[in-house]
């Protein structure tokens, strides 16, 4: 009997999480879905259909090559300023999509400083010369492959660091040539590292809002914002998410599959690794290789947002950036202390009480991070609308009272998006932070009678808080980032600095939009500063 509270949990946790997709899954077949779906089939949808995979695919190889670049570059050879771009390149990911894409857009454009300056220098007027067109798919590919390659680099750099070097070297000495070395040796055992990196990528690219609805390129995801928003066609909103929703599932089932036929031994070698020195100009050359995505990825953007921010200064009103800022780290702070609440107690219950079901309800809201924000927010919005009018008629009914709308006019519905969405990245870092903790801490806990929460006080939370901590930050940062969920599901007159940041951009009132962008690459610096720390405490020596 005593474990029935915990068997109610573990069901309420699973109906909060099924939801959305059930809600949405009944949309689709509702009665005049076929009429509306037809209609989508034949006009729209191919378009959204073909932008998004032409989007993602472009954008999943660019990331990867400089992913991959610049990691092997890091990893495997001494250059000038490696100690500097080795975390500094992780620094893109802090500069939300959208947040570049105006930037350079404003720099480069036909108005723009750039062009301007060729025109008067060399007499040039339009059509005299070319220039590339920001204002199109090939620049919203840029803008995406610059900000999220450090995504693939992550993760491409620790399996070199864990195994490519070494087997690269492996190889020479059997013969092979740098190049047969590098696709034979170094290249396949990173593959399902790099394989798992533009997953992310082409995850976070067919979930973006912004960048796209800003270009102007046609996706699924500004097609379901449409129907809702523009439109009020639900039904056809609802089709749109699913139809995103299976797209996305279906890349990770085939990552994971894929994953699955791959097995490497682990070759980790020993102690500290040495790398050849690389001077002269073959030693700059690397650095130029690390230093280009890094540059417009995020350098030469912060550098535009604060030369609009100083053009502009005074048409920036200081108190509604503040109110911005206050509703932004509400939310935030409120989805970082779920999540993490969530997956401490899942985690501890799991190793302390024994119970498989708390690990297996983990796994399952780890995987809402692979659901975009804009099915979630017709997923999460339906439902509680529902109950927001049932609430309302039983107050009526019994107390006489009109509440008004509980759920969905507060920000209790952003919340509990953001915490299905952002919930695997907090349990990555807590998961692995009790992977690390031996059982015999907890045995020994047990033998001095220590059980319980008085366990986890004692034992647990000690060994896991900086996990935990660096869990909360991570989330709070991608609930901040996070545009298409918050946009749909802020209640009325509830402005974040990442819905102001595009509204702004929408009105073209650039200066304006310069702060509040800034704002969020701020907060965002913390959570990158972590993960730098962490990849840079590998240990490594220098071939001298």
Same mark, same amino acid.
């Given at each position: 009997?005593?474990?029935?509270? !915990?068997?109610?949990?573990? =069901?309420?946790? /699973?109906?909060?999480?099924?939801?959305?997709?059930?809600?949405?899954?009944?949309?689709?077949?509702?009665?005049?879905?076929?009429? +509306?779906?037809?209609?989508?089939?034949?006009?729209?949808? #191919?378009?959204?259909?073909?932008?998004?995979?032409?989007?993602?695919? *472009? +954008?999943?190889?660019?990331?990867?090559?400089?992913?991959?670049?610049?990691?092997?570059?890091?990893?495997?050879?001494?250059?000038?300023?490696?100690?500097?771009? $080795?975390?500094?390149?992780?620094? #893109?990911?802090?500069?939300?999509?959208?947040?570049?894409?105006? @930037?350079?857009?404003?720099?480069?454009?036909?108005? !723009?400083?750039?062009?301007?300056?060729?025109?008067?220098?060399?007499?040039?007027?339009?059509?005299?010369?070319?220039?590339?067109?920001?204002?199109?798919?090939?620049?919203?590919?840029?803008?995406? *492959?610059?900000?999220?390659?450090?995504?693939?680099?992550?993760?491409?750099?620790?399996?070199? $660091?864990?195994?490519?070097? %070494?087997?690269?070297?492996?190889?020479?000495?059997?013969?092979?040539?740098?190049?047969?070395?590098?696709?034979?040796?170094?290249?396949?055992?990173?593959?399902?590292?790099?394989?798992?990196?533009?997953?992310?990528?082409?995850?976070?690219?067919?979930?973006?809002?912004?960048?796209?609805?800003?270009?102007?390129?046609?996706?699924?995801?500004? !097609?379901?914002?449409?129907?809702?928003?523009?439109?009020?066609?639900? +039904?056809?909103?609802?089709?749109? $998410?699913?139809?995103?929703?299976?797209?996305?599932?279906?890349?990770?089932?085939? %990552?994971?599959?894929?994953?699955?036929?791959?097995?490497?031994?682990?070759?980790?070698?020993?102690? %500290?690794?040495?790398?050849?020195?690389?001077?002269?100009?073959?030693?700059?050359?690397?650095?130029?290789?690390?230093?280009?995505?890094?540059?417009?990825?995020?350098?030469?953007?912060?550098?535009?947002?604060?030369?609009?921010?100083?053009?502009?200064?005074?048409?920036?009103?200081?108190?509604?950036?503040?109110?911005?800022?206050?509703?932004?780290?509400? +939310?935030?702070?409120?989805?970082?202390?779920?999540?993490?609440?969530?997956?401490?107690?899942?985690?501890?219950?799991?190793?302390?009480?024994?119970?498989?079901?708390? /690990?297996?309800?983990?796994?399952?809201?780890? &995987?809402?991070?692979?659901?975009?924000?804009?099915?979630?927010?017709?997923?999460?919005?339906?439902?509680?609308?529902?109950?927001?009018?049932?609430?309302?008629?039983?107050?009526?009914?019994?107390?006489?009272?009109?509440?008004?709308?509980?759920?969905?006019? =507060?920000?209790?519905?952003?919340?509990?998006?953001? *915490?299905?969405?952002?919930?695997?990245?907090?349990?990555?870092?807590?998961? @692995?932070?009790? $992977?690390?903790?031996?059982?015999?801490?907890?045995?020994?806990?047990?033998?001095?009678?220590?059980?319980?929460?008085?366990?986890?006080?004692?034992?647990?939370?000690?060994?896991?808080?900086?996990?935990? &901590?660096?869990?909360?930050?991570?989330?709070?940062?991608?609930?901040?980032?996070?545009?298409? @969920?918050?946009?749909?599901?802020?209640?009325?007159?509830?402005?974040?600095?990442?819905?102001?940041?595009?509204?702004?951009?929408?009105?073209?009132?650039?200066?304006?939009?310069?702060? #509040?962008?800034?704002?969020?690459?701020?907060?965002?610096?913390?959570?990158?500063?972590?993960?730098?720390?962490?990849?840079?405490?590998?240990?490594?020596?220098?071939?001298?």
């Amino acid at each position: 009997m005593h474990r029935a509270p !915990g068997a109610v949990a573990y =069901s309420l946790l /699973l109906v909060a999480v099924a939801l959305p997709f059930a809600t949405l899954l009944r949309e689709m077949f509702a009665a005049d879905a076929t009429g +509306v779906w037809l209609h989508y089939a034949s006009t729209v949808l #191919p378009g959204y259909v073909i932008n998004a995979v032409v989007l993602g695919v *472009s +954008v999943a190889l660019c990331a990867s090559v400089m992913g991959v670049a610049c990691a092997w570059q890091v990893e495997r050879h001494d250059f000038p300023l490696r100690g500097f771009l $080795a975390w500094a390149l992780l620094l #893109p990911m802090a500069m939300p999509a959208y947040v570049a894409a105006y @930037a350079l857009t404003d720099y480069f454009q036909f108005s !723009g400083p750039v062009q301007s300056w060729l025109r008067a220098t060399f007499g040039w007027s339009k059509g005299d010369y070319w220039f590339p067109e920001f204002v199109s798919m090939p620049g919203a590919i840029a803008a995406f *492959s610059l900000t999220l390659y450090p995504y693939v680099y992550l993760l491409a750099r620790t399996a070199f $660091a864990e195994r490519g070097a %070494e087997l690269f070297e492996a190889a020479r000495t059997l013969g092979l040539n740098r190049r047969q070395a590098w696709w034979r040796a170094a290249l396949p055992v990173a593959r399902p590292a790099i394989a798992g990196g533009a997953l992310l990528v082409t995850m976070e690219t067919l979930a973006d809002f912004g960048t796209v609805s800003y270009y102007g390129v046609e996706t699924l995801t500004t !097609g379901i914002y449409r129907a809702w928003q523009n439109m009020g066609d639900l +039904v056809a909103a609802s089709q749109l $998410a699913a139809l995103l929703l299976a797209a996305v599932m279906l890349l990770v089932w085939l %990552e994971r599959r894929g994953r699955d036929r791959s097995r490497y031994a682990n070759v980790r070698a020993r102690g %500290e690794r040495m790398r050849p020195r690389v001077r002269g100009i073959g030693g700059w050359l690397r650095t130029a290789i690390c230093a280009v995505p890094l540059l417009f990825g995020f350098v030469l953007p912060a550098l535009l947002l604060l030369r609009l921010l100083a053009r502009d200064w005074s048409s920036v009103s200081a108190t509604a950036v503040a109110t911005w800022t206050r509703n932004s780290l509400w +939310v935030g702070c409120l989805a970082a202390l779920v999540v993490v609440t969530l997956t401490l107690m899942l985690n501890a219950r799991a190793r302390l009480a024994r119970e498989v079901w708390a /690990l297996r309800v983990e796994r399952l809201l780890s &995987f809402g991070y692979a659901v975009p924000g804009a099915v979630l927010a017709i997923g999460v919005l339906l439902p509680l609308t529902w109950l927001d009018g049932r609430l309302i008629d039983w107050s009526k009914q019994w107390l006489g009272v009109n509440p008004g709308l509980i759920l969905t006019g =507060s920000v209790l519905a952003l919340v509990y998006a953001s *915490s299905i969405r952002f919930y695997g990245v907090a349990a990555s870092a807590v998961s @692995a932070a009790y $992977a690390r903790l031996p059982l015999s801490l907890d045995d020994s806990a047990r033998v001095l009678g220590v059980v319980g929460r008085a366990a986890f006080l004692r034992v647990h939370w000690p060994a896991i808080r900086r996990s935990a &901590f660096a869990g909360m930050l991570l989330v709070f940062i991608d609930t901040l980032k996070e545009l298409p @969920a918050t946009m749909t599901l802020r209640p009325f007159n509830f402005d974040t600095l990442a819905t102001q940041t595009y509204n702004l951009v929408k009105d073209e009132r650039l200066g304006e939009a310069a702060f #509040p962008s800034l704002l969020i690459v701020l907060a965002s610096l913390p959570a990158v500063a972590l993960l730098a720390r962490a990849q840079s405490s590998k240990p490594s020596r220098r071939d001298d």
